[in-house]
């Protein structure tokens, strides 16, 4: 039981709920919540905090989940106080379990097994658009997340909750340069990359996606940078009616992939 | 030149920036930042107030739109100090130019006419979600945006900003009852409408859009309630990869109307 909030473990704890370089350090990050904490495959699980509260309430599978965490090896289960509990969170109201997991390290080759489908990200800034295309992306059937190394980080707790467990499944990778490695994935993967741009001169619906794929998504406010763009096999249009000038990075993330998702059911 | 936060119409200003109720009452809500103030329809501006750095600085277009403001007899100009701009604005960094803009009222003829594509809204509660929506829908060519009365607000600050000027241009209703007018729309005036929902036996793409249709999405944790579902004239699905159990409500409503843009374009 720890019951102090100035105990060395609890302020670390709070240190990863805050830092990137701290979560990277340690190649750990923090999951909140029972309902991510059953997604966390059980071999990247290190430390389990629960309070007095969650333990009186927990029942069914999620008891289960728990009595299986307190007898295991890989990981340990420890009781906190509330003060504890609020002080490790990133939430304000936190829900009485928080886990400490290992970040999982991908390959280019976890993505490229059979029918490629990538997304590749340059600069995304905001926590929730990003959680939200490991969510979207999942369903849509994308085999990998590609990252400029200045955006986001996809341990932030906020970026973490919004991909409503897709980090444990999708790989991602964080890269140097995105227009250097779009264009490796195109010359020695074969992959064709489309960067959705106004200057696109065929509509995103009339490219043929059955074959290995990828998007490339800019910042929310600035879109692709110039070299990025240019390192593109094919630009896409994204028609927009009325007046409107960009789509949220997220919601064109979204129109592409399940327009991939669609041709490649039929 | 107003300089004393304690201003009766100041504080009345940052009401309208908190609360809903006092934006109805008076009928108007606010726009902030000179992007926004562009997309404002010029008659139904009432109030813009402008800190001494912003009319500094203010060049081109945007100082030809503040110079027919001043000289306008529908709309005033008022100068305010930095603190007073802090206290009237929603945001943490106030842009030195805000605009109390009258509520437009828009009827279910106004999206009707034409080929309506509609979204139908329940109890949508995140203002960048309902904003987002907005932006998109508005980009797919959606004629109409109805929503639950119990939703966000969406002259919300957060929300008009998120719609990046949509706000302005896609006609919206508020309704008590969601089965109610969702059976009115079908059977007074022959609009399908399609509830997005795990029990749908057709996948999304296998219907045909290209008729009046409409679009059913639910609030982001629970989904549409019985009775909206069921006033639908039929369940779609949008089916998904992976562990994923449901899209994000903005994700949905993007995949469902650009789907309908695509089939209405080709």
Not at 5 to 10: D, H, I, S
Not at 65 to 71: F, G, Q, T, V
Request: with cysteine; aromatic share 6%.
């Amino acid at each position: 039981m720890i019951s102090s909030t100035g105990n060395a473990r609890v302020k670390k704890i709070a240190e990863y709920a805050k830092k990137a370089k701290a979560r990277k350090e340690d190649g750990v990050f923090i999951v909140e919540g029972i309902r991510m904490l059953r997604e966390v495959p059980f071999d990247l699980l290190r430390e389990v905090y629960v309070t007095k509260h969650f333990m009186e309430n927990v029942s069914g599978d999620d008891r289960k989940l728990i009595d299986e965490i307190s007898k295991s090896d890989g990981a340990t289960l420890e009781e906190v106080t509330d003060d504890v509990m609020k002080k490790m969170a990133d939430t304000q109201t936190p829900q009485g379990v928080l886990a400490i997991v290992r970040q999982n390290r991908w390959t280019l080759e976890d993505m490229l097994s059979g029918n490629a489908l990538l997304l590749i990200l340059e600069n995304i800034q905001d926590p929730g658009n990003l959680g939200n295309m490991f969510r979207t992306g999942e369903g849509a059937g994308v085999t990998g997340i590609i990252m400029s190394s200045d955006m986001a980080d996809v341990y932030n707790p906020k970026v973490v909750r919004s991909t409503m467990g897709a980090i444990f499944r999708v790989p991602f990778l964080y890269v140097d340069s995105i227009p250097e490695f779009t264009r490796k994935l195109h010359n020695e993967h074969g992959i064709n990359c489309y960067a959705a741009h106004l200057k696109g001169k065929k509509n995103y619906d009339e490219i043929d996606y059955k074959k290995p794929s990828a998007f490339l998504i800019g910042n929310e406010g600035n879109g692709l940078t110039k070299e990025a763009a240019d390192a593109a096999s094919e630009y896409v249009l994204i028609p927009m009616l009325g007046k409107v000038e960009s789509m949220n990075a997220a919601t064109s993330a979204a129109i592409l992939t399940f327009e991939a998702a669609r041709q490649r059911r039929n």
